[in-house]
Each structure stands twice: as structure tokens, then as C-alpha cells.
């Protein structure tokens, strides 16, 4: 409860509605995904290293918005609002699912190697293994971006904020040579083969 909370709520159609967590233990999060199960918005991602009105979609390419469907983050949960032109957090009596992750410590990081290390600031956990990591590319290749942890990520999903472009996922598991190969979580599509991603998976 400490690291990770779901919860299930309807919107009511206002602009700030309070979702509070159901767990015996207060929780801020810094990661909600919210999804509509009863409805047909798109899945939104909200963290507090870009800002809780900052919204992404998994299922989409789409650049980075700022439309304010999530309003804060709070003490145990978060608030919703209703936006005009998409009803992804709050639409009146649709029900929703959120998954809630807390990231708890801030950090800076220039860790790298290679000679062309990207400087990165975001939020981690390094007890539950979980970062949000923000940086800006500098279309060098070979370059490396810190991510906190501490230790080899076994997992990780790049997406640009300023560009209408996918989302690309590294996993240790998707093959026998997981630096060179790479999924899409906004398609359907099987693990591709490009070695243009990955170099650095430490």
C-alpha cells in the first residue's frame, strides 16, 4: 500500500472531484493512470515530474497535453476535473479505473557513460524499483540518461513529450538480445528488431 494503490470510482462531471484512496496506509501519488471502463476515452498518464495536468496517452502517439483532467495530486489520492473537449478522467456517471504508484524521492542525474551523458532530473523509488525519469535528447548516439535506481532496470517506456511519436519499451526478457529489440505499447505489434534505441542498458 505504501508503493502501489487501485483504485475504482465514477465521475461525477465537476471540475474537482477528490478520489480518495481505499488502503490503510496515505499515499501521494506521482504515476496515475486512469482509464474509463464503461466509457470510450483513451488511457491517461499523469506523473509529477511533467505536472498532474499534463497528460499522455498509452494507446496513442499523441505529443503531451496540458488540459488539467487531473488537477492535483493529493495526500491520499487525487483530484479530477471534467475537460470540455474530453471526458478521459470525470464524464458524469461513467465508471473508471486508476492504477496509482508512488515514487517518493526527487533526484537529478547525470550517470553515464560513453561520453555523451544526457543530464535527467525525476522522481524514484528505488525500494519498489520504480523511476520517472525526464530528459531532453540530444541526437547523439551512444548517449546515456540516469535513471536513479541504483540497479540494472529490467524494464523501461520512452515517449516523446514534444512529438507525435510512439511509445518504445525496452525489456530484458523480449529476447535473447533485448538491447537490439524493442515493443510498441500503443500497438499490438510483435517485439521489432532495431538496434537505433538501446545501447547502455545499465
Known sequence: E??????????DGTNGQAITFDGSENMQPDWVWIKSRSGTAYHEL???VRGASKRLFSN???AESDVGTVSSFDSNGFTVSRNSSY???NQNSINFASWNWKAETAFSNSA?????TIAST????TTAGFSIVSYTGNGTAGATVGHGLGAVPQMYWVKSRSLGDGWRIYHDKVSSN?????????NSNAAADYDGYWNDTA
Open 178 to 186: 533485448p538491447e537490439t529489440d524493442y515493443l510498441v505499447l500503443n
Open 2 to 11: 505504501l508503493y502501489f494503490q487501485a483504485k475504482l470510482y465514477t465521475g
Open 46 to 48: 499523469h506523473d509529477s
Open 60 to 62: 496513442d502517439t499523441a
Open 112 to 116: 553515464g557513460s560513453n561520453g555523451a
Open 122 to 125: 525525476g522522481r524514484v523509488n
Open 87 to 89: 471526458d478521459g478522467t
